[in-house]
């Protein structure tokens, strides 16, 4: 596979939400989602698992993973994707 290929298949941007946001992807999700926080809380839920985010952490939420996420902000909710 050569490079330029590879990197076509990527989206990066950032995501500003204010207060609460509510995602349900209890479908799941066509695409593989790599994270960093950077302002906020969230808290990410499916299969029987939770995981609880804080501000500098980077997720991972693999294709097709069926999820509920939670995210809370003072004022803002900020994350790379």
Not at 45 to 59: D, K, M, N, Q, T
């Amino acid at each position: 596979m050569e490079l330029t290929d590879f990197s076509q298949h990527y989206v990066f941007r950032r995501v500003t939400l204010r207060d609460t946001h509510y995602n349900d992807a209890r479908q799941g999700n066509r695409c593989h989602y790599i994270g960093y926080l950077r302002r906020g809380r969230a808290r990410i839920v499916g299969e029987g698992r939770e995981i609880l985010l804080s501000e500098g952490e980077l997720f991972y939420i693999p294709k097709d993973f069926p999820y509920e996420s939670f995210w809370e902000g003072d004022p803002d909710i900020e994350f790379d994707s």
